[in-house]
């Protein structure tokens, strides 16, 4: 049964998520205003709280994302994190990277609107 509440896009960037006591780093598979699948080989058990930042290319300029979350699932090719933090920017940023690939703004915010307490 699906239980997924938010567009899920194919978004392909490189992140860096740090935990306690190890750094995992890898390449984002697919990014939703809640959660993104994070491709590496690296092994991080459920529950696992971390810093997450994610890398846009803006021309000469470096720009990311910041976030925190929690990993979700781990399998054999990457980890699905869930986010349940992060700064205005990097929610207006990752807004519009979602609204911009799904093609529908109008449904990325009104997901956002009536999950926003999730």
Known sequence: MERRHFTRVGFETRAVVRFRDKTVSGAV???SLK???LKTLEAVPA?????VRIFLESGSAELS???EGAV??????GIAI???RMDLD????LKNIVAYNSGDMDGVM?????????
């Open 29 to 31: 598979d697919n990014l």
């Open 35 to 37: 959660g993104m699948f």
């Open 82 to 84: 869930h986010f349940d």
């Open 72 to 77: 979700v699932r781990c399998q054999g090719d």
């Open 90 to 93: 990097s929610f207006f940023h």
């Open 110 to 118: 009104k997901e956002f609107l009536e999950h926003r307490g999730e």
């Open 47 to 51: 529950g696992e709280r971390g810093s």
């Open 65 to 67: 994302l910041e976030l």
